[in-house]
């Protein structure tokens, strides 16, 4: 299984991007998905995790309220909109399929990562 994350770069405070995350290799409909991000001398944290059918959602607090999780099982993908971008949320961001098909936030319950897109706010 591979994941490709896409559609991060460099961007203003205040300002929005669409992170997309596609599965290749096998169908990940029944797997919960999420994205966390990480800078550089800092653990890798959660940002976001949504359920199988996407019914269910979880966010970080630092993002709740301006970043949304969803996904597109027909098309294998999960998408991250993220809305009035501060300079603290520049990081590298990687989408994770997770073992089961239930909201996780714990990072040793992800069993596929995306090699990571830079998101770059500036201020």
């Known amino acids: 299984v591979q994941l490709q994350a896409s559609g991060g770069g460099l961007v203003q405070a205040g300002g929005s991007l669409r992170l997309s995350c596609t599965a290749s290799g096998r169908r990940l409909s029944n797997n919960a998905m999420g994205w966390f991000r990480q800078t550089p001398g800092k653990e890798r944290e959660f940002v976001a995790a949504?359920?199988?059918?996407?019914?269910?959602?979880y966010y970080a607090d630092s993002v709740k309220d301006r970043f949304t999780i969803s996904r597109d099982n027909a098309k294998n993908t999960v998408y991250l909109q993220m809305n009035s971008l501060k300079p603290e949320d520049t990081a590298v961001y990687y989408c994770a399929a997770a073992f089961g098909s239930s909201v996780t936030i714990h990072q040793n319950q992800y069993a596929y990562w995306g090699q990571g897109t830079q998101v770059t706010v500036s201020s």
């Open positions: 949504i359920n199988w059918n996407g019914g269910s959602t």
